[in-house]
C-alpha cells in the first residue's frame, strides 16, 4: 500500500502529533519511496528537543532526502498560516518527484473508475486489475496488489 501511495501523491503531511504519528514518521521515513516525500508539520516548541525524533527520523529526512520538516504552530488560530507553508512545501516536494499521473495511479484516475463502477456496476476486483494491468502492462506494483486467492 505504500508503494501504491507513494507512486499516486506530490506528499505526503504528517502533522505529529500523536503516538500513531510517530510510528508512521518512523515507517515512512525509511521507505524507500516515500521517504522523499515527507512533509513533517512539528510544533516548534519541539525544535531544540534532542529526542529521538529530532535526531532519528527528522534528522535524516532533513540531510539525506527531499522532504521537508515544517516547524510550525498548529493551534486553530494559525491554520491559515499553517495551511500555505504546507501548500508551498508540498508544491517543492511534487516537483522534486511528482506523482504517476497514468491509469495505475488511483487518485489521478478515481474518476475513470468511478465512471466504470457506476456503469458496469457490479464490477469485480479483478476486472479493474485486468483493465490496469492493460493500460499500464509495464507496472511491476500491478502484480503485487492481487490478492493471494486470486481475486
Same mark, same amino acid.
Given at each position: 500500500?505504500?508503494? =501504491? &501511495?507513494?507512486?499516486?501523491?506530490?506528499?505526503?503531511? $504528517?502533522?505529529?502529533?500523536?503516538?500513531?504519528?510517530?510510528?508512521?514518521?518512523?515507517?515512512?521515513?525509511?521507505?524507500?519511496? =516515500?521517504?522523499? !516525500? =515527507?512533509?513533517?508539520? $512539528?510544533? @516548534?516548541?519541539? !525544535?531544540?528537543? *534532542?529526542?529521538? $525524533?529530532?535526531?532519528?527520523?527528522?534528522?535524516?529526512?532533513? !540531510? *539525506?532526502?527531499?522532504?521537508?520538516? $515544517?516547524?510550525?504552530?498548529? *493551534?486553530?488560530?494559525?491554520?491559515?498560516?499553517?495551511? !500555505?507553508?504546507?501548500?508551498?512545501?508540498?508544491?517543492?516536494?511534487? &516537483?522534486?518527484?511528482?506523482?504517476?499521473?497514468?491509469?495505475?495511479?488511483?487518485?489521478?484516475?478515481?474518476?475513470?473508475?468511478?465512471?466504470?463502477?457506476?456503469?458496469?456496476?457490479?464490477? @469485480?476486483?479483478?476486472? &479493474? &486489475?485486468?483493465?490496469?494491468?492493460?493500460?499500464? @502492462?509495464?507496472? @511491476?506494483?500491478?502484480?503485487?496488489?492481487?490478492?493471494?486467492?486470486?481475486?
Amino acid at each position: 500500500m505504500e508503494n =501504491l &501511495l507513494a507512486e499516486s501523491v506530490s506528499a505526503v503531511v $504528517i502533522l505529529l502529533q500523536s503516538p500513531g504519528t510517530i510510528a508512521e514518521l518512523g515507517a515512512f521515513s525509511n521507505h524507500p519511496r =516515500l521517504k522523499d !516525500k =515527507l512533509l513533517v508539520v $512539528i510544533d @516548534p516548541h519541539y !525544535k531544540r528537543s *534532542q529526542g529521538f $525524533i529530532n535526531t532519528g527520523p527528522v534528522r535524516h529526512l532533513q !540531510k *539525506q532526502t527531499m522532504s521537508k520538516v $515544517i516547524f510550525h504552530n498548529m *493551534q486553530h488560530s494559525d491554520i491559515v498560516s499553517l495551511s !500555505k507553508s504546507v501548500t508551498q512545501a508540498s508544491r517543492e516536494i511534487g &516537483l522534486a518527484s511528482p506523482p504517476r499521473a497514468d491509469m495505475t495511479n488511483p487518485i489521478a484516475s478515481q474518476e475513470f473508475y468511478l465512471a466504470l463502477v457506476m456503469t458496469l456496476d457490479p464490477v @469485480p476486483r479483478s476486472a &479493474l &486489475l485486468s483493465l490496469a494491468r492493460l493500460l499500464h @502492462p509495464n507496472s @511491476p506494483e500491478l502484480s503485487q496488489t492481487s490478492r493471494r486467492d486470486g481475486s
